[in-house]
Nanobody, 124 residues
Framework: VQLQASGGGLVQPGGSLRLSCAVS????????IAWFRQAPGKERERVSC????????YYADSVKDRFTISRDNTKGTVYLQMNSLQPEDTAVYYC??????????????????WGQGTQVTVSS
């Protein structure tokens, strides 16, 4: 099982980015896929999650209505579209997978498989 995150970068406040998480070793119709982020000096927090069993999506209050998680089963990729980015969104973003079931836990310890992080910096 492997996850490969990409798409981070530097963007001005109000801008947009789309992160991608390419997965291998499993299909996107099993488990739960989440995006976490960790800012310097802060704990890792779950930003969004997709439950593949029924397509349910979950968002942290801080990103609701700005971020959208989606998947492309044919490409084996999960996306995080991030709009109206603010400086407080600056962090390293990670994608993670839980394959035991498709429950979207908020704690990072519930997700066994992780991609490398991709840096998102929102600054003018």
């Amino acid at each position: 099982v492997q996850l490969q995150a990409s798409g981070g970068g530097l963007v001005q406040p109000g801008g947009s980015l789309r992160l991608s998480c390419a997965v291998s070793g499993f299909t996107l119709d099993e488990g739960a896929i989440a995006w976490f982020r960790q800012a310097p000096g802060k704990e890792r927090e779950r930003v969004s999650c997709l439950s593949t069993s029924d397509g349910s999506t979950y968002y942290a209050d801080s990103v609701k209505d700005r971020f959208t998680i989606s998947r492309d089963n044919t490409k084996g990729t999960v996306y995080l579209q991030m709009n109206s980015l603010q400086p407080e969104d600056t962090a390293v973003y990670y994608c993670a997978a839980r394959l035991y079931d498709s429950l979207c836990y908020t704690r990072s310890s519930a997700f066994r498989f992780w991609g490398q992080g991709t840096q998102v910096t929102v600054s003018s």
